[in-house]
């Protein structure tokens, strides 16, 4: 319930005040004697999601950082799981000034979600933060493409947000690489 609560704080109503419930769903899950290190992981992956909500990058990195050493330590470091924690860790060092941070996390996510060797499965939304990171590290060519790859997939998919971020994103690179 806890859970529960901070993530409807998170979306709709106030982020700060979900950390506060993920607080309390870990000092319930340690006392309730029914603590699984799957169920810590969640715990600890919805405490720094609830720190980047709510404008906290410093306090949501670190948390990030211990929630990916537990889901490797649980064998666990090349799922979906694992790849949307990186997508939100490498959003939370873009946030901080840290491209070469954001660009390792978010090719590492694009990796795990490419394990078959295409991008069927990976999401546009992933393509297009880690194309936004290489237009911002001067990469800008590369960064066009992967937005175009990115729009063509939300495309493909019907996800007209993902579809407007990779186009807008091409068109900022466009712009400057002075292709008017």
């Given at each position: ?17 979900a ?6 769903a ?59 924690l ?22 590492r996510?694009?990796?795990?979600a ?29 960064g ?37």
């Open positions: 319930c806890e859970l529960r609560a901070a993530e409807i704080e998170r979306e709709d109503v106030d982020p700060a005040a950390i506060a419930h993920v607080q309390r870990a000092r319930l899950l340690e006392t309730s004697g029914t603590a699984t290190r799957l169920l810590q992981v969640r715990v600890a992956m919805d405490l720094a999601e609830s720190f980047r909500a709510a404008g906290r990058p410093v306090d949501a990195a670190a948390a990030f950082e211990e929630a990916y050493a537990r889901l490797e330590a649980l064998g666990r470091g090349d799922t979906e799981t694992a790849g949307t990186l997508n939100n860790w490498g959003m939370t060092h873009h946030a901080l000034g840290q491209p070469l941070d954001a660009l390792r996390l978010f090719e996510a694009v990796a795990i490419s394990a078959d060797g295409s991008d069927a499965s990976v999401s546009p939304i992933l393509l297009t933060n880690l194309a936004r990171v290489l237009v911002d590290l001067g990469k800008v060519g590369d066009v493409n992967l937005a175009d790859r990115s729009a063509a997939l939300a495309d493909r998919d019907g996800n007209v947000v993902a579809y407007n971020q990779g186009l807008a994103l091409r068109a900022a690179g466009y712009r400057q690489l002075g292709n008017l």
